[in-house]
């Protein structure tokens, strides 16, 4: 793309900040919580772009500016440094060029969100609720790794230990965006604990991975939740087995996609304050619906987008661990790593990082930027 048409994408864009700037100061925005963070959102983006576009338009008056001194001025020492400086704002182009061309491709208005993660053992009987078990401390490491708290919301063991289903949150900077490429099958190659005849058995967990919704998402009437409260079973003392902190929601709610109304069955145990279970009860409540009346949309654009790196597929085999060979192979890109054992140790972020690269070429030849 030439200069020019680049600088054309970014006309316009101040008169926007600018009108965006004024409409979050103004009450009759704020008191708008939907619309008010949804400027504040476009304010934000905005603010990135037109910080990367004033860094590339101080670049090519630089190149102008040393072109023309190279041309015009006697001074050899001058001339000198304005061979320099050009050389420099010239390398630097292209690197900002692709920043402002990734930067106006819309984002996905849920990577900024917190992420809700399910895993469940699939195939394979206890080997598959041990790996569900080795995922979820992968994903452990991986969110102390990244600052994030991560927060269970509940579990079911397995016979022989991990988990035929564990579901929590992860709270921090841009979660969603970056865990959304683990939604999917991982299978695993291994010879499980049990075996007795040392031979290699395939087993599976899927991952799925949602954006957490606020409270302004989605609409909820909570006077129509029919609340329950139970004795929470599990370590934590007396405490746990006299005071009734689990708590359990009911909820009728019509699928907007169907009209069919369907009970909402959530449980939360995880703590041993009961208000604190029930205000994620209606977190996890509220991230359900929110996924269930957004995945047309999701579809929509998984569709449109035609690429396997993040469509939310969860029924898609994404990834295998081989354990006899140490190795990790995402199917997505062909990404081979022989380093399993730092891998399971929360050590996935470069596998993230080339997912990342390879969905934001293909947005790139989407938008012909």
Known sequence: MSDNSLLARLDGLESRFEE???????????????????????????????????????????????????????????RL?????????????????????????????????????????????????????????MYQKFAESRGWQLAVSSFSEGASGGYKEIIFSLTGEGVYGVM??????????RVPATETQGRVHTSAATVAVLPEAEE??????????????????????????????????RYNWKNPNTGVVEEILIECTETRDQPKNKERA???????????????????????????????????KIRTYNYPQGRITDHRINYTVYNLSAFMDGDIQECIDKLIVAENTEKLKASEL
């Open 20 to 78: 965006a700037s004024t409409l979050i100061t103004d009450p009759a925005v704020i008191a708008d919580q939907k619309r008010y963070v949804r400027i504040t959102k476009e304010y934000r983006e905005l603010e990135r772009i037109l910080d990367a576009a004033s860094r590339y338009r101080n670049a090519l008056a630089a190149i102008e500016e040393s072109k023309q001194i190279i041309a015009e001025d006697s001074d050899e020492e001058m």
């Open 81 to 137: 440094m304005a061979r320099e400086e050009l050389e420099t704002a010239q390398k630097s182009l292209p690197e900002m060029e692709e920043e402002i061309k990734l930067l106006l491709i819309p984002a996905d208005p849920d990577d900024a969100k917190n992420a809700i993660v399910e895993i469940r053992g699939g195939t394979g009987g206890d080997e598959a609720a041990l790996f569900a078990g080795d995922l979820f401390r």
């Open 180 to 189: 959304k490429y683990e939604s999917g099958v991982h299978r695993v190659q």
């Open 216 to 249: 302004f998402d989605v609409d909820i009437h909570e006077g129509e939740i029919r609340w329950d409260t139970f004795r929470s079973g599990g370590a934590g003392g007396q405490n746990v087995n006299k005071v009734e902190s689990g708590v359990r929601l």
């Open 282 to 316: 209606l977190s996890r409540l509220r991230t359900f619906i929110y996924d269930r009346e957004h995945q047309k949309y999701l579809d929509d654009i998984a569709s449109r987008r035609k690429t396997m790196v993040s469509t939310g597929d969860r029924s898609a």
